[in-house]
């Protein structure tokens, strides 16, 4: 069974910054992809950013510039630095790894971004 645990998730100013991380139960070293979705209220999960062991990144048309994905292979650690937040990222967000073809997801951590 794999684990995923977020924190740093919190209540931010329009132009704060937060530093999410997510640490996995087990190895990050073999696992090809993993990423940050999102899902504010009333609306779909989505996509925020993913990383692969490669070092591939995609993003999120609207937090490109804004956001940068990275991940610790020794930690087994993948974290979302967050800049120049607005209120529309107000969202929960979940770590998501994918292996053997089996999605995986933490429980969430919330994002508040209000003056």
């Known amino acids: 069974q794999v684990q995923l645990v977020e924190s740093g998730g919190g209540l931010v100013q329009p132009g704060g910054s937060l530093r999410l991380s997510c640490t996995c139960s087990?190895?990050?070293?073999?696992?090809?992809?993993m990423g940050w979705y999102r899902q504010a209220p009333g609306k779909q999960r989505e996509l925020v950013a993913t990383l692969t062991n490669g070092g591939t990144t995609t993003y999120k048309d609207s937090v490109k510039g804004r956001f940068t994905i990275s991940r610790d292979n020794a930690k087994n650690t993948v974290y979302l630095q967050m800049n120049s937040l607005k209120p529309e990222d107000t969202a929960v967000y979940y770590c998501?790894?994918?292996?053997?073809?089996?999605?995986?997801w933490g429980r969430g951590t919330q994002v508040t971004v209000s003056s």
């Open positions: 087990r190895s990050t070293s073999s696992i090809y992809r």
């Open positions: 998501n790894v994918v292996i053997f073809g089996v999605d995986y």
